[in-house]
């Protein structure tokens, strides 16, 4: 009987290895803009009430977003669509990193930058059955989830020293910085994989 597949195996295919650094930096950094949103909301207002609501909107957009958005992934090529989702998250995470932004224009552009995640997220779990076949597949599946819990608990630490060392606006900057290695990484990383056939003419 065969072996089921290491860590290590599944971690060594070079496409797989890409798209799981890539998703946790990007929820590294989601987590990251939450808290920076969070802390640049508090001290503008100084209302624990409105610092609440703009941190549960940025939870919301993508159970909304997610049955509008998945579709485009199967349209258009997975990578195609990875690499422009990542680089529109960045400008408008670009954006919010502008001193002087009314709350409510923060507000909404932490909602359409966690809106847009689940496109992304579509894309990346098509594409991973094309990189990793069988027993190679549960196991990165099992993997990523993992990272990501991780990830996300250990951003909001992350997020909270960076803020308190650099500031929320410089924070945000780097974060928008962070998505052009990501972007890079999948563009070397992962192959152009064709669209689904039901959209081949």
């Given amino acids: 009987m065969a072996s089921r597949p290491t860590i290590r195996e599944v971690v060594g295919v070079a496409e797989f290895r890409a798209l799981w650094i890539a998703h946790a930096q990007s929820r590294l950094g989601d987590q990251l803009a939450r808290v920076a949103i969070a802390v640049l909301v508090f001290d503008r207002t100084e209302s624990a009430a409105v610092t609440a609501l703009t941190y549960a909107l940025s939870f919301l957009p993508s159970l909304v977003s997610a049955p509008l958005l998945t579709g485009l992934a199967d349209r258009f090529p997975r990578r195609t669509v990875m690499v422009v989702t990542d680089l529109s998250r960045a400008g408008l995470v670009t954006a919010m990193a502008i001193p002087g ?5 923060l507000a909404a552009l932490l909602i359409v930058v966690v809106g847009l995640q689940p496109l992304y ?24 989830n993992a990272t990501d819990s991780i990830v996300q608990v250990a951003g909001f630490a992350a997020g909270g020293a960076l803020v308190g060392l650099t500031g929320s606006h410089v924070a945000l900057a780097l974060n928008a910085s962070s998505g052009l290695p990501r972007r890079d990484c999948k563009r070397s990383k992962v192959s152009v ?8 003419a």
């Fill in 121 to 144: 997220s579509a894309a990346r779990n098509a594409i991973l059955p094309t990189v990793l076949e069988g027993d190679r597949y549960v196991v990165g599946v099992g993997l990523a």
């Fill in 101 to 105: 932004l009314p709350v409510a224009v």
């Fill in 193 to 200: 994989s064709p669209l689904p056939e039901r959209w081949q």
